[in-house]
Antibody, heavy 114, light 107 residues
Framework: QVQLKESGPGLVQPSQTLSLTCTVS????????VSWVRQPPGKGLEWMGA???????DYNSALKSRLSISRDTSKSQVFLKMNSLQTEDTAIYFC????????WGQGVMVTVSS | DIQMTQSPSFLSASVGDRVTINCKAS??????LNWYQQKLGEAPKLLIY???NLQTGIPSRFSGSGSGTDYTLTISSLQPEDVATYFC?????????FGSGTKLEIK
């Protein structure tokens, strides 16, 4: 069945770089897009960006200067890297199959703090 | 960017009530509108896709309608397990944008 699972550090220091991995199963990254979405504590959801089935990427303009999304199709993994983290980047980070936005990972809580 | 205005932000209703939640887009999104349920500490669950298509496994008391800029999620008979936050997502254009959420509780 379709599954997505996020992994990465729970704590990142201010100004540092966040690196997250989304490992997928049950579908092919060459036939489906995957997006990253985040949710600050007690707040709404923000679409961060996506990697499309052909490998091209698209980013939310608010984050574009700091964000990079890539993938390794042989490992069924999608990666997020975001630099210059600040406390307002504290959030739960989700990956989702964005061909239909139907399946989501459980999310990983990332806290930005010294 | 398309703004999604969701209302109400909070809703309290009794078991068995008919409940409606609305999302209004700042421009025509051509029915590319999904509805999600999110319970505390869980991932969002897709309820309705492309305005009115019930996702597999979702109870038939959930339905969606709308067109153009105005969309509605309806729960025909509220059940205790429906306590959650509901939000909409437009996937008509980039960047994808979400409604701010409706917190639903049982009276």
């Amino acid at each position: 069945q379709v599954q997505l699972k996020e992994s990465g550090p729970g704590l990142v220091q201010p100004s540092q770089t966040l690196s997250l991995t989304c490992t997928v199963s049950g579908f092919s990254l060459t036939s489906n897009s995957v997006s990253w979405v985040r949710q600050p504590p007690g707040k709404g959801l923000e679409w961060m960006g996506a990697i499309w089935s052909g490998g091209s990427t698209d980013y939310n303009s608010a984050l574009k200067s700091r964000l990079s999304i890539s993938r390794d199709t042989s490992k069924s993994q999608v990666f997020l890297k975001m630099n210059s983290l600040q406390t307002e980047d504290t959030a739960i980070y989700f990956c989702t199959r964005s061909s239909k936005f139907d399946y989501w990972g459980q999310g990983v809580m990332v806290t930005v703090s010294s | 960017d398309i703004q999604m205005t969701q209302s109400p932000s909070f809703l309290s209703a009794s078991v068995g009530d008919r409940v409606t939640i609305n999302c209004k887009a700042s421009q025509n999104i051509n029915k590319y509108l999904n509805w999600y349920q999110q319970k505390l500490g869980e991932a969002p669950k897709l309820l309705i896709y492309n305005t009115n298509n019930l996702q597999t496994g979702i109870p038939s008391r959930f339905s969606g309608s709308g067109s153009g800029t105005d969309y509605t999620l309806t729960i025909s008979s509220l059940q205790p397990e429906d306590v959650a936050t509901y939000f909409c997502l437009q996937h008509s254009s980039r960047p994808r944008t979400f409604g701010s959420g409706t917190k639903l509780e049982i009276k």
